[in-house]
């Protein structure tokens, strides 16, 4: 398995190698060469199977020969283990053919954790392998960071800066980073917003003169393609439970930054039968005006009650133009690098295709809390306000098909405190593990949102 750039002037790399690089040097994305296809038979054996031994089946397929089996089950085998519940992924269910995959019972209490805590042991043990320290430097809108530090901060060759928009993140999600000790992860506050905090990120990959000699940057974000193929697994698990009563199910998904959604076009690409992939937004809605008028433009970033989804820039959309474009490389960087220009548009032709794969819906703050009240009264179920997106949007893009359509529950509701009050609703408690998360210490350093500030901050701490 090879992995090669969006942008196509870097040369194709291994597994290891795409992992320990994250962004490409030509500021593309890296993606698999081919994608792995599952036949029917094969999905059929793996129906029964726990959601560590399916993962080690799907994540084998990406990785090939970078590391023995054992090895890799291992890494795998210590990853979910540490899940709260036993299932890892469990599903329940909402109304007739509606159901809630949460993917909130890893140590932070979001869907990151599904890729992170395996993230940082695929590092340690290539890193280990090679005897070299790295840098992570990562932009968080607010789960991805807690997610990578607790990963990571273990991690004998490896130091962590993670940058997050100032007072633009929960408390909660705030403080899950700046009380995690360990003497190699530093949280940065960024006076500005995610996108401030990840065209930071993508300039000091593509210039990394600053670092000091034998040390080289990592993505933890969703640019690194490990993340991705993380999250396929539980598109997985989640529809081999109906693959024997329905020709195929459907997903909503609270997008940001398209990674996650986009493993889930990466699971209908290897066969799995997925009917429709739904993109819930909230009120920055870049996604959903691409998908509902071929309008791919900037607008001003807006705070919101779901502040994970406050995102313009969704980076992983590239990696889809790349499928939409045929490859053409040229196309790709011409249509992302002129977004600041222009109102970009595809042709008609193009324009159908993603849609006959993708629907989408914006959710406003207000239809959120409509939906977190109106699912705890009718089902005695809490939902965090990016879930609630989902829940929402899959109702309203509902295609008639009669097919399940599964939500991606991506985090814990306690994390969400003022958008279950604003519902009218009692915030849960932290799980025990956190239960003093409001009184630790907390550890963080405020900078101005250029690359100078962060580089600078860098250079010092190595």
Known sequence: MRY??????SPAQSFEEALLTGLAPDGGLYIPET????????????????????????ISLYTADSMPDDDLREIINETYKMFSHPEVAPMQKLGEKEYVLELFHGP????????????????????????KHVAILGATSGDTGSAAMEGCRHCEFVDMFILYPHNRVSEVQRRQMTT?????????????????????????FADQSFLPDGYQLVAVNSINFSRIMA??????????????????????VPTGNFGDIYAGYLAKKMGLPIDRLIIATNKNDILHRFMSKNQYNLEQLESSLSPSMDIMVSSNF?????DLFKGDTQRVESFVTGLDQNIQQVSEQEWQFAKSIFDSCRVDDDTTCATIREVYEKYNYLLDPHTATGVKAARVCDSGSGNPVICLATAHPAKFGEAIAQAGLETPALPEHLSDLLEREERFTVLEASLGAVTDFVKKSL
Do not use: H
């Open 108 to 131: 932070t209490l979001a869907f990151k954790d599904f890729a992170l805590q395996l993230l940082g042991r695929l590092l340690d043990y290539f890193l280990a392998r090679r005897q």
């Open 231 to 252: 999250q396929i697994v539980y598109y997985f698990y989640a529809a081999l439970k109906f693959i024997d009563e329905d020709e195929a199910v459907s997903f909503s």
């Open 318 to 322: 590239e990696r889809f133009l790349f």
């Open 35 to 58: 994608v792995p296809q599952v036949s029917r038979e094969q999905m059929q054996s793996w129906k029964n199977l726990g959601y560590a031994e399916l993962a080690f089946e799907i």
């Open 4 to 9: 090669i750039s969006t942008r196509g002037k």
């Open 180 to 204: 995690i000790q360990g003497e190699n992860v530093n949280s940065l506050a960024i006076e500005g917003n995610f996108d401030d905090c990840q065209n930071i990120v993508k300039k000091a």
